[in-house]
């Protein structure tokens, strides 16, 4: 038998009020793999992904991490198993260090594995060691997002769902942030990307997805979709 997934969303329902934006998704990441999410605004990446760590109830559906049933499971549950999320927009606090804002992330490991993990980011991201006590407020767009990575690399993550992690940076930022997700994977962290330059994101991925109004439209391998002519045109500008 082929082993278990690390993740697996079967037959996932959610959305916000009267508005159902998830509408019946299946999908698997296998751990070790880069996972990708395209599609246009309002699709329902980022509603996806926010079931997957709890912050939305799901309506109907499973999600299995490790094997474990987790869709009734709390955020913080879920943290605890593995999955952390880098949100949208980064959501740092504004008036707290560098450094304070990482060590939020590692609220539930104790002194000597967050000093471990503090050291780690801090290789990984020499510029956020430059500036560990400066206001993340008054960092840089691609330094927030590093810190925001960072923090989230503090609560040790086997699934790291990360949420437009280029948006809003010059395109030699894109790179070292997305080389950064490749680097990630050879370190053993599963990926689960959404990210609105879907070419470099289907370029990364070892499988993907395309989400229309909430349904998967198309799936393959990165490559795959790359080359898919119906994705070029509709999702790529190719």
Same mark, same amino acid.
């Given at each position: 038998?082929?082993p278990?997934p690390?993740?697996?969303?079967?037959?996932?329902?959610?959305?916000?009020?009267?508005?159902?934006?998830?509408?019946?998704?299946d999908?698997?990441?296998?751990?070790?793999?880069?996972?990708?999410?395209?599609?246009?605004?309002?699709?329902?990446?980022t509603?996806?992904?926010?079931?997957?760590?709890?912050?939305?109830?799901?309506?109907?559906?499973?999600i299995r991490?490790?094997?474990?049933?987790?869709?009734?499971l709390?955020?913080?549950?879920?943290v605890?198993?593995?999955?952390?999320?880098v949100?949208e927009?980064?959501?740092?606090f504004?008036?707290?260090?560098?450094e304070?804002?990482l060590?939020l992330?590692?609220f539930?490991?104790?002194?000597?594995?967050?000093e471990?993990n503090?050291?780690?980011v801090?290789a990984?991201?020499?510029? !956020?060691? =430059?500036?560990?006590?400066?206001? +993340?407020?008054a #960092?840089?767009?691609?330094?927030?997002?590093m810190c @925001?990575?960072? %923090?989230a690399l503090?609560?040790?993550?086997r699934?790291?769902l !990360?949420? =437009?992690?280029?948006?809003?940076? +010059?395109?030699t #930022?894109v790179?070292?942030?997305?080389a950064?997700? @490749?680097r990630? %994977?050879a370190e053993?962290?599963?990926?689960?990307?959404?990210?609105?330059n879907?070419?470099?994101?289907l370029?990364l991925?070892?499988?993907?997805?395309?989400?229309?109004t909430?349904?998967?439209?198309?799936?393959?391998?990165?490559r795959?979709?790359?080359d898919?002519p119906?994705?070029?045109a509709?999702?790529?500008?190719?």
């Open positions: 038998m082929p278990e690390l993740l697996r969303v079967s037959g996932l329902r959610c959305g916000y009020g009267r508005i159902e934006a998830v509408k019946g998704v999908l698997e990441v296998a751990e070790g793999e880069i996972a990708a999410l395209v599609g246009a605004n309002g699709a329902g990446k509603t996806l992904l926010r079931a997957i760590s709890g912050v939305l109830p799901v309506r109907a559906g499973t991490f490790a094997g474990e049933a987790v869709e009734s709390r955020p913080h549950e879920r605890a198993r593995g999955i952390v999320q949100p927009g980064r959501q740092l504004a008036p707290l260090s560098v304070d804002n060590r992330g590692a539930r490991r104790g002194r000597a594995r967050t471990a503090l050291a780690r801090f990984l991201f020499p510029q !956020l060691a =430059e500036r560990r006590d400066t206001p +993340a407020g #960092l840089s767009g691609g330094q927030q997002q @925001a990575i960072g %923090r503090m609560a040790e993550p699934l790291l !990360l949420d =437009e992690p280029s948006m809003g940076l +010059a395109p #930022l790179e070292q942030i997305l950064t997700v @490749a990630l %994977r053993g962290v599963t990926v689960l990307l959404v990210e609105q879907a070419v470099a994101a370029s991925a070892d499988r993907a997805w395309v989400l229309e909430g349904r998967i439209a198309h799936a393959g391998t990165g795959a979709l790359l898919d119906a994705v070029k509709a999702y790529l500008g190719l």
